[in-house]
């Protein structure tokens, strides 16, 4: 379990049940898994019930006053950029942002010279909710205005929320020397009393100790009593020794500020550059963090290749083989993903493929010797292809057919098992191999492009009487209907990457009071003037208040509300702005042949189309517009590009009923495709990215003296 700084020689004091959030940091190279520091007791206490508050962060808080954590000097050697790791475990990320942080005007808490100031990165967990520690800066000495050399450099998925959290310190010495010993020894006892209070019996109290990592990886961290005496006097007297021996309240009083916000923030804000006013010490004005965004040069990178083969191996009866390739990235747990597949090339032993792209960062993820698997195969018609043979190899080897052929044996394992005399199935060269850069959907969002999020919901009949807990549109007190989940998980994503936060919100199939005209287009915000709602929660608010005053009837059409983004979206030429339309229905829609009209005449227009299906209603009508396996048309016109997404609501929502986790999987499948969808219009119409704004940093701060 990871140390919230500093990690130095203490000891944790939770009460029984609570645990510890922690992490682990990585190389900028996609290396190991490593761990700050050695074998250590993380000294932290957690403060009030854990009902209210739920687990003991992993650093001390200002609102937690028993939350102490000592220094170790260590803690001061700058270290290299960190990388978040996960390859395993998710898709490859769309690229690889650097984080630069510097801060001003921070809390000066040391008596005779400036605070000594380092940040430290927190990401929160989807599944648990947990922060666990990134990394950290350097601590700079002497300073209220730092500029961090250290960066954090994290996988950047632009469909789900990276929650991040900037912790700030000062750290001094490990016994915080400036302090007289008196003053010392009174904070550590108002320590020991204030973490007793927190519990009911001292024999609750649990002290966690980490363990130093082994070349099998993390130990896990162990729980251990600290055996406190149950007599009101001497229990804290007790606590008192073993926090005086730890010096772990001296960190209590360093705390500098905090500040909360997400990944996609930093990089939609002008010029990926943010800047936050940190909070936590009350009563005190803590100053304010700046936060910059910049993508790595590597992840642009798109490498271009074609192979060929000679006598591969004869596999099929009446004729020769028909062979493809596969290639696969090799992830850190040692396992393959799929990456790409070469087109079949038909009744051959000596197939020459097509020339084929694909990004760097698909291949192997940025780590350039990370292991590339490539499959040979003989394609069969019922899809049991016969398996010819593999070879392995890189990123760095592959980029050296820049200047010379490359010939790969390819091995099958079970012939080279069975038969002594087995050479090889064949051979594979790469017969050229180029590399080129392109723009990147973060090369227009730091150019100033606009993310313009419109809502449109279903008011139909078929969703029943919203005051029925049976209605899909039912407002329960205690949970969010589909409907409002399907609309919180995809704005609260693309909300970062608008800068005004008004959202366009419309309702269609209902009746419209008081002469009861049906609509479908009305605002949820009953201004037909301005449909705008503030925010999300202003959107959400508009739909609530409009299932109180309108009639759910019928029919269901789509066409309307398409159009009418379509038409602020023909106004915009200049790569600016780019529209996503969010359409949330539980039925077959009544205006096929108009809705395909309509996507057909958008998809020329730089915006994108999100359907979410909700209730149990079968939606074979939805998938022919959602244009991956063929594209939509109408009166013989095909569309320009997909631009199309739907998915039911219901193969995403999570069997223990975790409402957050059935959000996160939502979005991160809806809204995978739109950075694409948007390069995509970008790159049919010649657009680059614009250059980024001119920085306006906080002024810069006059010479402070000693």
Same mark, same amino acid.
């Given at each position: ?36 520091? $050695? ?11 854990? @009902?209210?508050? $739920? ?20 803690? !001061?050697?700058?270290? &290299? ?13 769309? /690229? ?39 990394? !950290? ?13 250290? +960066? ?17 310190? *000062?750290?001094?010495? +490990? ?55 149950? #007599? ?15 010096? #772990? ?45 910049? @993508? =790595? ?25 028909? &062979? ?39 291949? #192997? ?14 394609? %069969? ?14 990123? !760095? ?8 052929? /490359? ?16 050479? *090889? ?156 339309? =969010? ?12 809705? +395909? ?53 219901? %193969? ?32 049919? !119409? ?17 010479? @402070?003296?000693?």
């Amino acid at each position: 379990m990871g140390r919230g700084p500093p990690a130095g020689p203490g000891g944790a004091v939770l009460p029984s049940g609570a645990t510890a959030a922690g992490g682990h940091c990585q190389g900028a190279s996609g290396g190991s898994t490593r761990r700050a520091g $050695g074998s250590a007791a993380t000294a932290a206490a957690a403060a009030a019930a854990a @009902e209210a508050h $739920g687990p003991a962060p992993p650093l001390p808080s200002p609102l937690a006053p028993a939350a102490l954590v000592s220094q170790p000097p260590a803690a !001061r050697v700058a270290r &290299p950029a960190m990388s978040l790791g996960g390859a395993s475990e998710r898709s490859v990320p769309a /690229t690889k942002i650097e984080i630069t942080v510097s801060c001003r005007n921070l809390l000066d808490l040391d008596t005779f010279s400036k605070s000594d100031p380092m940040v430290v990165l927190y990401t929160q967990s989807r599944a648990s909710q947990e922060w666990r520690e990134f990394g !950290r800066t350097e601590v700079i000495d002497n300073t209220l205005n730092p500029d961090f050399v250290r +960066k954090f450099v994290l996988d950047y998925f632009f469909e789900e929320k990276q929650n991040l959290r900037f912790d700030v310190y *000062n750290v001094d010495s +490990k016994t915080n020397i400036s302090k007289p010993v008196s003053k010392r020894f009174l904070e550590g006892w108002q320590s020991a009393q204030e973490v007793l209070r927190c519990v009911k019996r001292p024999s609750e109290l649990l002290v966690t100790l980490d363990q130093t990592p082994s070349s099998s990886g993390p130990q896990p961290t162990l729980l251990l009593p600290l055996l406190l005496p149950e #007599c009101p006097v001497c229990a804290p007297y007790s606590l008192f020794l073993f926090l005086l021996g730890c010096h #772990c309240w001296d960190l209590q009083k360093d705390f500098l500020g905090q500040a909360f916000l997400a990944l996609g923030e930093v990089i939609g804000g002008q010029g990926s550059r943010v800047e936050r006013t940190l909070t936590g010490v009350p009563g005190k004005k803590c100053g304010t963090i700046l936060l910059t965004a910049e @993508e =790595l040069s590597n992840c642009r990178d798109i490498a271009t290749m074609q192979l060929c083969a000679n006598k591969l191996d004869k596999k099929d009866f009446f004729g020769k083989s028909d &062979p493809f390739l596969v290639f696969y990235r090799s992830n850190e747990d040692g396992t393959f993903t799929i990456c790409h597949k070469t087109e079949v090339v038909k009744n051959t032993l000596n197939p020459v493929w097509q020339p084929f792209s694909i990004p760097v960062r698909a291949l #192997c993820n940025g780590d350039y010797d990370r292991t590339v698997k490539i499959d040979v195969y003989d394609w %069969d018609r019922d899809g049991s292809h016969d398996f010819i043979g593999e070879f392995t190899t890189s990123y !760095r080897e592959l980029s050296k057919a820049q200047n010379q052929f /490359t010939v790969y044996e390819v091995l099958n394992p079970r012939k080279k098992c069975k038969k002594k005399k087995y050479v *090889n199935s064949g051979t594979v060269t790469l017969l050229s191999f180029s590399v080129d850069s392109e723009f990147t959907f973060v090369d227009y969002i730091k150019g100033g492009t606009q993310l313009n999020f419109t809502v449109a919901i279903d008011f139909t009949a078929s969703n029943g009487n919203p005051l029925q807990p049976t209605s899909l549109h039912y407002m329960s007190p205690y949970q969010l209907s589909a409907y409002a989940m399907a609309l919180k998980a995809v704005g609260e994503i693309i909300q970062d990457y608008d800068s005004d936060k008004l959202f366009p919100a419309y309702g269609f199939g209902a009746k419209l009071p008081p002469e009861g005209r049906i609509s479908h287009q009305f605002p949820l915000n009953n201004n037909d003037e301005d449909p705008n709602c503030a925010g999300i929660e202003g959107v959400l608010e508009s739909y609530f208040q409009s299932l109180r005053t309108v009639q759910l009837y019928g029919p269901t059409y789509f066409a309307p509300v398409i159009n009418q983004v379509a038409r602020a979206a023909a106004k915009i030429s200049d790569g600016s702005q780019y529209y996503v339309l =969010l359409i949330i229905t539980d039925g077959v829609i009544s205006d096929m042949m108009q809705t +395909k009209e309509a996507i057909v005449s958008a998809s020329s227009l730089p915006m994108s189309i999100i359907i979410v299906g909700v209730g149990p209603a079968m939606f074979e009508a939805m998938e022919e517009l959602d244009g991956d396996d063929v594209r939509v048309s109408s009166r013989g016109r095909y569309a320009e590009r997909d631009i199309v997404q739907f998915v039911p609501f219901r %193969d995403y929502v999570d069997r223990s009923g975790n409402q957050v986790l059935s959000m996160a999987r939502l979005a991160k499948d809806v809204l995978a495709e739109i950075p694409e969808q948007l390069l995509s219009y970008m790159r049919t !119409r010649d657009i680059q990215p614009r250059p980024p704004p001119p920085a306006n940093p906080s002024p810069t701060p006059a010479p @402070e003296q000693p």
